[in-house]
Structure formats: structure tokens, C-alpha cells
């Protein structure tokens, strides 16, 4: 069956090996198929689970997966069957040894190695938290000596202000617990104290009526922030299913600001760099930008066209240096 589904079908060795899995898996559990044609389940998340699927326990456990993640997945299971915490260990990796290239009675040039002979470096797997049980996961990454010896330190430090000794997963959280309340403040201004608000005289408040600020109040951000949770609110019209992005947050407008949208927490969304993008598109207010970036483009090419001695600023100015 192995070598069918790697010579006849063209599957590499890893996806035959999940399907052959998958398959003596529904031979037990005929219900795993049918959740598998439904795209309640998928594959690698029907191989998770196979080893823990009992008759008495299959149904109960594999309504429990439907519609998740793999990820999710492990973390079901751990929570179901928890594992014990693993010990803390630092340990310096292991240098790799060049070996000395064997002398040869060749000219130079004919020992001299080709680049494209060379295998490129290889690349660091990506460190993944592993689940361990519900509230507990199982870290592994490589740091620097820097690294360990400022961890050294926050240990110290901590356990001097505690009255009491911490380890190293205590001391990297309270680490990164302040680093994530500082990058919040200056993000959504989540913990910001609200400013005094200097009295304006009449020749600065008219002349503020006239224009509009695009700077976001502290308190509309971080509400608007706390409510997405942190995350993009955009919503698949078609499969009602929520964006998962986390990284490149940024505030859009339900009624964009060019158009005389407010800085309301009802008109503010958190929504990725890529669906904000979307949506700028989709509501027609990327035309000025497309705009705008020809006219820049036109000018850099201009100022390259009339040498080093001309610039966009003394072009901007009507002038020339």
C-alpha cells in the first residue's frame, strides 16, 4: 500500500503515511470517514487522534474535535490526558568541527570549490509550544549566551524583590508579561493615564474647527483594542468565520475617515494589514493612493533623470541646488 500510494498515486512519504494511517483508522471507527468527506476533520488532526480513540469513548471524543485545528486538537487531548511538566535545562549546543580539506598534489585552481557545489546552511526549525496539559506547554528555543546571562540576572533581581527564589519559566513570564503591558500602551494605550487637556484660547479653537485630527483618542483605542481582543475582527461574509491574525494590527474605519467617519468606538474595527488593504479596496479609497504613488514614482524618476544635484525637496520648492 505504501509504495502504491508513493510510486502510482505521487504522494511523498509523509502524506502516504497519514492516509495509510487514516484508512485503518476508519476501518474501526467508519465515522472518521464521514467526518472526513464533510471537512469536519482533517487528516493529520484524524492521526492525533487515533491513538487515543476508544469504542467506548470515540463518539464523545471525536464530536469534541470536529471543526478544530490541529493545534487545538493537542490541546483537547492534553487537557483529556495531561502530561507532567518537563524539567528546566540550559545546556550550551554542540559546535560543529570543519573538517580540514586532505592536501592533494593538484594545481590550485583545480581544487578551488565550485559555490554551487556547496549545501546551503541549514535552516533552525521553528520553535513550537508543545501542550502538556490545560494551562501548562512545553517551551524549546536556542538564545544566546547574552541571553542566559541576562535571564541569570531578572532571576536575581526577582528573587530579591519577591523575598523568595523563581526559576526560569517564572522569570522569562514576568519578563515578558511587562514587555507586553508596555508594547500595549504604546499600541492600543491600554494602562495610558489620561492627559490634562490644556484650555485652548479663541484663536485655537476656531482654528481647530476647521480641520481634523487622524490621531485615534487613547480611551477609543484601547476600547476598541479590549473589545476585538487583540485580534482582527474581519468576518468571511461567505463562512461566517473570524480572521486569526494577530501581528500588523490596525485600527479601519467602518465609515472611512476621508468620508467624514469619527473616531467612535462603533465605527473602529481592528483588522489586519492585509484585510485593512482589502477593505480600502473594496470600498474604493485606494485610487488616491494608486494616485499618489504615480506622482511619487514620476518625481523619483525626474530627479534621476536630472542628476545627483537635483532634489525632490528643491524640486518641491521651485528651486534647484
Not at 14 to 35: E, G, K, S, T
Not at 105 to 114: G, K, T, V
Not at 258 to 276: A, D, I, Q, T
Request: proline share 6%.
Amino acid at each position: 500500500m505504501f509504495v502504491y500510494c508513493t510510486d502510482a498515486l505521487g504522494f511523498d512519504k509523509a502524506a502516504a503515511y497519514n492516509r495509510i494511517a487514516v484508512a485503518r483508522l476508519a476501518r474501526r471507527f467508519p465515522r472518521v470517514l464521514a467526518m472526513l468527506e464533510a471537512g469536519r476533520l482533517s487528516l493529520t488532526a484524524a492521526r492525533t487522534l487515533g491513538p487515543h480513540l476508544e469504542v467506548e469513548t470515540a463518539d464523545e471524543l471525536l464530536d469534541a474535535a470536529a471543526g478544530k485545528t490541529v493545534d487545538e486538537v493537542k490541546q483537547l487531548l492534553a487537557e483529556r490526558a495531561p502530561k507532567p511538566a518537563v524539567p528546566t535545562s540550559i545546556r550550551r549546543t554542540p559546535q560543529r568541527r570543519e573538517l580540514q580539506p586532505a592536501t592533494s598534489s593538484r594545481p590550485l585552481f583545480d581544487q578551488a570549490r565550485n559555490p554551487s557545489d556547496e549545501k546551503p546552511a541549514p535552516k533552525k526549525p521553528t520553535p513550537r509550544p508543545e501542550s502538556l496539559a490545560k494551562d501548562t506547554y512545553k517551551v524549546t528555543f536556542t538564545g544566546s549566551s547574552e541571553l542566559v546571562g541576562m535571564l541569570e540576572e531578572v532571576k536575581t533581581l526577582l528573587a530579591q524583590a519577591q523575598g523568595k527564589s523563581c526559576d526560569e519559566a517564572e522569570a522569562i513570564e514576568t519578563a515578558v508579561r511587562e514587555l507586553r503591558d508596555r508594547l500595549r500602551k504604546r499600541k492600543y494605550a491600554v494602562g495610558a493615564r489620561p492627559k490634562k487637556q490644556k484650555a485652548k484660547t479663541k484663536t485655537e479653537a476656531s482654528a481647530s474647527q476647521g480641520r481634523r485630527s487622524r490621531r485615534i483618542p487613547n480611551a477609543v483605542r484601547r476600547a476598541v483594542a479590549e473589545r476585538d481582543g487583540y485580534r482582527c475582527a474581519y468576518v468571511d461574509p461567505e463562512t461566517g468565520r473570524r480572521c486569526c491574525e494577530t501581528r500588523f494590527l490596525e485600527f479601519q474605519h467602518v465609515e472611512a475617515f476621508s468620508r467624514g467617519g469619527v473616531h467612535s468606538v462603533e465605527n473602529l474595527k481592528l483588522f489586519c494589514r492585509g484585510h485593512n488593504q482589502f477593505a480600502a479596496r473594496r470600498d474604493g479609497l485606494m485610487a488616491g493612493v494608486a494616485e499618489r504613488r504615480a506622482v511619487r514614482d514620476r518625481a523619483v524618476d525626474a530627479d534621476a533623470a536630472d542628476g545627483p544635484g537635483h532634489s525632490l525637496w528643491t524640486a518641491g520648492l521651485g528651486c534647484s541646488a
